[in-house]
């Protein structure tokens, strides 16, 4: 499923992302921002599989203290990831 989210202060976030029994099974993560290191969104994407909302808040705050950032921010992806979940 495609889904786009915009918080106040960060840049559009857009998220292809498939659920299955309240767990991510599929994500790819992309917008107006940047990552530096650029590569770093695919272990991201990677470390998300199989993760409920709650762990995905874990994993989320620790892969945002190993890289920087601009125009997103780990609270605005946390949002976007669990606002999918709704959708």
Known sequence: ???EYKDKGSKLI??????ENGRI???NIYGDFFLHPEES???LEKN???KDIYF???VIDEFFKS????????E???????????K
């Open 1 to 3: 499923m495609k889904f």
């Open 14 to 19: 857009r998220l292809d992302i498939d659920w």
């Open 25 to 27: 099974k599929k994500i």
């Open 41 to 43: 969104i695919f272990k």
């Open 48 to 50: 998300l599989e199989g």
């Open 56 to 58: 995905a808040k874990k």
């Open 67 to 74: 890289v920087e950032y601009a125009g997103i921010d780990p």
């Open 76 to 86: 605005s992806l946390y949002k976007a990831i669990k606002e999918s979940m709704v």
